[in-house]
């Protein structure tokens, strides 16, 4: 399989999670209003842990999250990507993105999800994709819907109830 390390988007460059992203994932991470709807703010070692797990992931299955930089002045946008995660007890692919909160609004997780879903129908191979986002979030709702995802039910994961979508080729 070949293992994407980097691509663009019209306005994002994606590179492969990598320990060198630590600094910039803290930042993230430890910013309320992001990390409101991923589950609570993250301490420095839970984010080493994040990406640690997230490298495995890329080892594991040859796929998984980027980091995101704006083309132009390449300051740090988000991460986002494709990883497998257990849904009430089925193994899944999820389109996984998180935004820092200066670039909501703009289309960029509608673009970076486009671009990611293409490498996994048509690279991957994969058959289909899930989301899932809390029942409050209506902006990840919104990007879901714009990228052809399909309500299928309410879930509860992580203890909290979420709205649960998928996209088949």
Request: hydrophobic share 40%.
């Amino acid at each position: 399989m070949q293992i994407i390390e980097t691509f663009s988007t019209s306005r994002l460059l994606a590179e492969r999670l990598q320990f060198q992203h630590l600094h910039e994932l803290c930042r993230m991470h430890q910013n309320q209003k992001v990390m409101t709807t991923l589950g609570g703010v993250r301490s420095d070692e839970e984010t080493r842990l994040f990406i640690f797990n997230n490298l495995h992931h890329w080892q594991s299955y040859g796929f998984g999250l980027w980091v995101f930089r704006d083309k132009n002045n390449h300051q740090f946008v988000g991460r986002a990507g494709l990883r497998n995660t257990i849904v009430e007890g089925i193994n899944e692919v999820e389109l996984a993105y998180a935004l820092m909160d200066k670039f909501w609004g703009q289309g960029l997780a509608t673009e970076m999800g486009e671009q990611i879903l293409k490498i996994g129908f048509e690279l991957l191979k994969l058959k289909d994709i899930v989301c899932f986002t809390l029942t409050t979030n209506e902006a990840s709702q919104r990007v879901m819907e714009k990228l052809g995802f399909k309500y299928e039910r309410e879930i509860i994961h992580a203890n909290l109830p979420h709205l649960f979508y998928r996209l088949t080729v």
